[in-house]
């Protein structure tokens, strides 16, 4: 709730109704105070729905996608180049983070849960958080990455395997790395070592400098950044 960016507005919203009601009830009664501590609200509502950008949900950059954007910077040097907040043409959906290095291609879902409740990996295809299972994120990261590989081929003609990733912030996630149907989960802190280690993994088949530029090329063509 803190992290949520209304919060400041319904704030700001609230003290100036109560103060223009407090002093209208002071004055004029408690009827007319209600009465203006309405009209303040509305009329703030009303200015800030024409006054402020819509921006999609889907769009906003949540803490998780903040924290991973600043780990994921400092690949740089390894020879990472990251694009964030990329549409899915002809949908509402946007991929967090386009990875394109050494190690290959990959879409990472960046997600913060409470860290309250525990996690849990079973049978090697099903997630939970606390009760609840994440079944619906592991099956939205795959469609992603399958999204971005259909396109990315079909720019640069030919096959670009993309790698359904996903990072958690928040709860402790009692594994290192684990593939839960077809997704690579782990804890956001280990997010620069996983792609380290993948490069090392896939030292046989590294892209190299020439081939991490098309795509990234093509990446911009056809997963056009998120205003806002």
Known sequence: MAADPRVPVWIGRAV????VGAAATFWLGWRLGVTFAA????ADVIFRSRTSPIIPASARVTSAQRRSRRRLA????NG???L???AIPNTKEVIDHLVVGPAGVFALDSERWDRRLPV???QGSQLYHGPFSQR???EHARWEAAQASRLLGNAVKRKIDV???MVIYGPKIPWNVVSLYGVDVFSGNRLRKYFRQQAKARRAVQLDAGQISLIQEAADRVLPPVAG
Do not use: Q, S, W
């Open 84 to 86: 964030n907040a990329r």
């Open 120 to 122: 849990r990996a079973i």
């Open 39 to 42: 009209l303040v609200a509305i």
């Open 163 to 165: 790698h359904p990733t």
């Open 74 to 77: 400092r690949l740089r040097a």
């Open 16 to 19: 100036a109704a109560i103060v």
């Open 136 to 138: 619906d994120r592991l």
């Open 80 to 82: 990472y180049v990251t």
